[in-house]
């Protein structure tokens, strides 16, 4: 099945403590990016990877770090995370740049204390 | 600031209503898409437009793109509690998507 996972779905940590969020694709996609989805907000681009090596700084990249080392998988880091980093997180991808649906993942809800 | 205005931002209405939702902004895009979410799941596309004043139907849903590719508009013909949902625009300005704020639609049986 065509998909995009996100792991883990629930995290609760603290101010300060490094986070990895990982995404995995399994559609051969050369696009992929992280979100995050506030209330009144939207959704907002955090980074994108045109291909592997390729990242590049979305709309919101402060405190976030990524890393695209293979096609299928970007995983999003947190190193020092703050509580304006509670959110809902998420991955998706897509065959190309433009114009192609965007296949999301479910979402990881985080919370930092 | 938001580069994609939805409007209204919640909407509560009868089944069999008529609804439009609106999305706006004073910057151009190369396309234009429209989602859907469910609680607890992540977006899932509706439509792509590409073209200035193009329409798109899907089933009882008309998609429909300004001329001068800065707004987009959501018509549902006679909703269906089934179409409750969150529904989301998204431009891509070629370098970028941007994700409008939402319209939260609930449609009550």
């Known amino acids: 099945e065509a998909q995009v996972t996100q792991n883990p779905r629930y995290l609760i940590t603290v101010t300060g403590k490094k986070l990895t969020v990982t995404c995995s694709q399994n559609?051969?996609?050369?696009?992929m990016s992280w979100y995050r989805q506030d209330p009144g907000l939207g959704l907002r681009q955090i980074y994108y990877?045109?291909?592997?090596?390729?990242?590049d700084k979305g709309d919101v990249p402060e405190g976030y770090k990524v890393s695209r080392k293979e096609k299928r998988n970007f995983p999003l880091i947190l190193e020092s995370p703050s509580p304006n980093q509670t959110s809902l997180y998420f991955c998706?991808?897509?065959?190309?740049?433009?114009?192609?649906?965007?296949?999301f993942g479910p979402g990881t809800r985080l919370t930092v204390t | 600031t938001q580069l994609l205005e939805q409007s209204p931002q919640f909407l509560s209405i009868q089944e069999g209503e008529n609804l439009t939702v609106y999305c706006n902004s004073s910057?151009?895009?190369?396309?234009l898409q429209w989602y859907r979410q469910e609680p607890g799941e992540g977006p899932v596309l509706l439509v792509t437009?590409?073209?200035?004043?193009e329409v798109k139907k899907l089933k009882r849903l008309t998609f429909q793109f300004g001329d001068a590719r800065k707004d987009s508009s959501l018509h549902i013909t006679a909703a269906q509690p089934g179409d409750t949902g969150l529904y989301l625009c998204?431009?891509?300005?070629?370098?970028?998507?941007?994700f409008g704020t939402g319209t939260s639609l609930t449609v009550i049986p």
């Open positions: 998706a991808s897509s065959l190309s740049r433009t114009r192609d649906e965007q296949y």
């Open positions: 559609m051969n996609h050369e696009y």
């Open positions: 990877s045109m291909n592997v090596e390729v990242t």
């Open positions: 910057s151009v895009f190369s396309s």
């Open positions: 437009v590409v073209t200035g004043g």
């Open positions: 998204a431009g891509d300005t070629g370098n970028q998507f941007y």
